[in-house]
């Protein structure tokens, strides 16, 4: 499974942003996929995510309200749209892929983009 993200850019505070993440391989059912993101001096954290069905979706609390994950299996493409942006957001994203039947937010046994950066100006 390779993944790929774009998108990403500077944007001034209360900006939207949407990244993609574009999946390739032995792709098949039960994948699910999450967003990610380290900001520069701190580890990676879990952003959102949704599982294969896309009827299961779970944020982390900084961006619950202001961020939405969303997928299309026939283009095998993740979306994560990033509305009302603050510069605490500023960090570098990154896709992430497992076979799961749900999401998940450990960073361990994952699939990764090379991630893409996203800057967010006061």
């Known amino acids: 499974v390779q993944l790929a993200e774009s998108g990403g850019g500077l944007v001034p505070a209360g900006g939207s942003l949407r990244l993609t993440c574009q999946l390739s391989g032995n792709i098949f059912g039960n994948i699910a996929v999450t967003w990610f993101r380290q900001a520069a001096g701190k580890e990676r954290e ?3 995510g949704v599982n294969w069905e896309a009827d299961r979706e779970d944020y982390a609390d900084a961006v619950k309200g202001r961020f939405t994950v969303s997928r299309d299996n026939v283009k095998k493409m993740v979306y994560l749209q ?10 570098v994203y990154y896709c992430a892929a497992k076979f799961s039947r749900d999401v998940f937010k450990r960073l361990d046994n994952n699939y990764w983009g090379q991630g893409t950066q996203v800057t967010v100006s006061s």
């Not at 990033?82 to 960090?91: I, N, V």
Request: no cysteine.
């Open 46 to 48: 879990f952003v959102g």
């Open 82 to 91: 990033m509305d009302r942006l603050k510069p605490e957001d500023t960090a």
